[in-house]
């Protein structure tokens, strides 16, 4: 019954910017680390950025380190990236994902997560 939905994403020009949500719910949100992913036609699954279950500590890819930022509010079982001076390679599906309470660092390994959106497509033109 565990499920996380995406929302925010559209359609938006080089050099602006979008946030996503992924609200979850059935599960103790603030217990578990959260991450992004990302999957364009063609393409591996590509980490993004992830967070840990107290918000201390985030981690970027480093295509969009600088640019985006993951953060979460816990007393609304959500997480966020903001995504700012968004490229036309940023164009994909986003992904958020719930991560298994049994793992620990390691947030770009995309096996680790047991729970997973349905994505949202974020296009951005040149």
């Known amino acids: 019954q565990v499920q996380l939905i995406e929302s925010g994403g559209g359609l938006v020009q080089a050099g602006g910017s979008l946030r996503l949500s992924c609200a979850a719910f059935g599960r103790t949100f603030s217990t578990y680390a959260m991450g992004w992913f990302r999957q364009s036609p063609g393409k591996e699954r590509e980490f993004v950025a992830a967070?840990?279950?107290?918000?201390?500590?985030?981690y970027y890819s480093g295509s969009v380190r600088g640019r985006f930022t993951i953060s979460r509010d816990n007393a609304k079982n959500t997480v966020y990236l903001q995504m700012n001076s968004l490229k036309p390679e940023d164009t994909s599906v986003y992904y958020c994902?719930?991560?298994?309470?049994?793992?620990?660092?390691?947030?770009?390994?995309?096996?680790?997560?047991?729970?997973w959106g349905q994505g949202t497509q974020v296009t951005v033109s040149s």
């Open positions: 967070i840990n279950w107290s918000g201390g500590s985030t």
């Open positions: 994902a719930s991560r298994s309470y049994y793992y620990s660092g390691n947030y770009y390994v995309d096996s680790t997560y047991d729970i």
